[in-house]
C-alpha cells in the first residue's frame, strides 16, 4: 500500500515539473520553466532543511551531544541523499526487489527480523540484504499495517515473523528496528512476554522517550510518540529492568526527526551516539550493520557483552 503511494507521490513530481517546464518553454519563457523545475526539485531538501532548523532551535542537549551549525549542515546535506534515495526509489519501487531469505531447515546462522519506522516500509534495508544473504544470514523484513494505526497493533505481525524465523533457524532471533520500528518491538515484547525468543534487540534511531517533534502528530501511532505520552509511560511501566540490558540503542545529535538526541537512548542499554548523523542516513551508517554482525556472531546468552 505505501509501496503504491509513494510511487504516485514520486511520479506525479515527476510529472507536474515535466508539465511545467513544457508549459513555461513553449511560451519562450525558459527561465521560468528553469525555476519552476528547480523548485519543484527543491520540495524535499527544504522539509529537511526546516526539520534541521528547528532541531538547531530545540538545541536543549547536554554539552556532549550539542551540535553546532557546520555539524547540523553536513548533516543535512547527507539526509537529502539519503531520504531522496528512500523515499524516491528503495521504497516505491525497490521495495520487493530482495524477498526474504528463510532456511528450509535449521542451520548454524541465526536469523534477523527488521522493522521498519513511520511512513516506510521494508524497502529501506533493501541496500542490507543483499548483504546478509550473501554471507547466509536469514533475515525476514517486515511490512506494519495499518500505516498510521496503534503501534500496539504490530506486534502481532512481528510475532509472525519471529515465530517464522524461530522454526528456521531454531535459535533465538536478532531483530533490528528503526525509527518507530524500535517501539513497534518493545511493544511485541510487552505484549508477548518474549524475552527468551530475542537473542538481542538494536534500535537506530527511535523515540524511546518520545520525540519533540511529535507534538504536531495526529495521527495515532504519532501521537502515541509524543515527548511523554500516555502510550510511551504505560510501556515503560510494564517492562522489566532487566531487559534493557539486551538492547542497543544508535541515536545522534544531528536526528532531525528525534530530538533532543537523549530521548532516543535507553536506561540499562548499551547507548551509541553516531554524532552528525541524519535519521534516515543512520540505517546506511557502517557503524550500525558492524553492530549488526557482532550480535550475530555473539553465542547465545552473550549478545549483551
Given at each position: 500500500?505505501?509501496?503504491?503511494?509513494?510511487?504516485?507521490?514520486?511520479?506525479?513530481?515527476?510529472?507536474?515539473?515535466?508539465?511545467?517546464?513544457?508549459?513555461?518553454?513553449?511560451?519562450?519563457?525558459?527561465?521560468?520553466?528553469?525555476?519552476?523545475?528547480?523548485?519543484?526539485?527543491?520540495?524535499?531538501?527544504?522539509?529537511?532543511?526546516?526539520?534541521?532548523?528547528?532541531?538547531?532551535?530545540?538545541?536543549?542537549?547536554?554539552?556532549?551531544?550539542?551540535?553546532?551549525?557546520?555539524?547540523?549542515?553536513?548533516?543535512?546535506?547527507?539526509?537529502?541523499?539519503?531520504?531522496?534515495?528512500?523515499?524516491?526509489?528503495?521504497?516505491?519501487?525497490?521495495?520487493?526487489?530482495?524477498?526474504?531469505?528463510?532456511?528450509?531447515?535449521?542451520?548454524?546462522?541465526?536469523?534477523?527480523?527488521?522493522?521498519?519506522?513511520?511512513?516506510?516500509?521494508r524497502g529501506i534495508w533493501t541496500p542490507w540484504l543483499p548483504r546478509l544473504r550473501t554471507s547466509g544470514v536469514p533475515f525476514i523484513a517486515v511490512n506494519l499495517e495499518p500505516l498510521f494505526g496503534s503501534i500496539d497493533r504490530y506486534?502481532?505481525?512481528?510475532?509472525?515473523?519471529?515465530?517464522?524465523?524461530?522454526?528456521?533457524?531454531?535459535?533465538?532471533?536478532?531483530?533490528?528496528?528503526?525509527?518507530?520500528?524500535?517501539?513497534?518491538?518493545?511493544?511485541?515484547?510487552?505484549?508477548?512476554?518474549?524475552?527468551?525468543?530475542?537473542?538481542?534487540?538494536?534500535?537506530?534511531?527511535?523515540?524511546?522517550?518520545?520525540?519533540?517533534?511529535?507534538?504536531?502528530?495526529?495521527?495515532?501511532?504519532?501521537?502515541?510518540?509524543?515527548?511523554?505520552?500516555?502510550?510511551?509511560?504505560?510501556?515503560?511501566?510494564?517492562?522489566?529492568?532487566?531487559?534493557?540490558?539486551?538492547?542497543?540503542?544508535?541515536?545522534?545529535?544531528?536526528?532531525?526527526?528525534?530530538?533532543?538526541?537523549?530521548?532516543?537512548?535507553?536506561?540499562?542499554?548499551?547507548?551509541?551516539?553516531?554524532p552528525g548523523t541524519g535519521h534516515v542516513q543512520m540505517v546506511f551508517h557502517p557503524a550500525v550493520f558492524d553492530e549488526v554482525w557482532r550480535a550475530l556472531a555473539a553465542p547465545a546468552g552473550r549478545a549483551a557483552a
Amino acid at each position: 500500500m505505501l509501496a503504491r503511494l509513494q510511487q504516485f507521490i514520486v511520479l506525479a513530481g515527476f510529472a507536474l515539473a515535466a508539465g511545467c517546464a513544457l508549459y513555461f518553454a513553449q511560451g519562450g519563457r525558459s527561465i521560468w520553466a528553469g525555476l519552476v523545475v528547480l523548485a519543484l526539485l527543491c520540495g524535499l531538501p527544504a522539509v529537511l532543511g526546516l526539520e534541521f532548523i528547528l532541531l538547531g532551535i530545540f538545541r536543549r542537549s547536554g554539552a556532549a551531544h550539542r551540535p553546532g551549525v557546520r555539524e547540523l549542515v553536513g548533516a543535512w546535506r547527507g539526509e537529502v541523499a539519503a531520504a531522496a534515495r528512500v523515499f524516491c526509489w528503495l521504497q516505491p519501487f525497490r521495495s520487493n526487489l530482495e524477498p526474504d531469505s528463510v532456511p528450509a531447515q535449521p542451520g548454524g546462522l541465526r536469523g534477523v527480523v527488521l522493522v521498519h519506522g513511520l511512513f516506510c516500509n521494508r524497502g529501506i534495508w533493501t541496500p542490507w540484504l543483499p548483504r546478509l544473504r550473501t554471507s547466509g544470514v536469514p533475515f525476514i523484513a517486515v511490512n506494519l499495517e495499518p500505516l498510521f494505526g496503534s503501534i500496539d497493533r504490530y506486534a502481532a505481525a512481528i510475532d509472525s515473523a519471529v515465530a517464522r524465523m524461530e522454526v528456521a533457524t531454531g535459535q533465538p532471533v536478532l531483530l533490528v528496528g528503526h525509527s518507530m520500528g524500535g517501539l513497534a518491538i518493545r511493544a511485541w515484547l510487552d505484549a508477548f512476554g518474549a524475552d527468551a525468543r530475542v537473542h538481542r534487540v538494536i534500535t537506530i534511531a527511535t523515540p524511546h522517550q518520545g520525540t519533540w517533534l511529535a507534538r504536531w502528530a495526529h495521527t495515532t501511532n504519532g501521537k502515541e510518540m509524543r515527548l511523554g505520552s500516555d502510550w510511551l509511560r504505560g510501556l515503560q511501566a510494564r517492562e522489566p529492568v532487566s531487559r534493557q540490558q539486551h538492547v542497543t540503542c544508535f541515536f545522534s545529535n544531528c536526528d532531525n526527526i528525534v530530538f533532543p538526541a537523549e530521548v532516543a537512548t535507553l536506561a540499562g542499554a548499551e547507548n551509541r551516539h553516531l554524532p552528525g548523523t541524519g535519521h534516515v542516513q543512520m540505517v546506511f551508517h557502517p557503524a550500525v550493520f558492524d553492530e549488526v554482525w557482532r550480535a550475530l556472531a555473539a553465542p547465545a546468552g552473550r549478545a549483551a557483552a
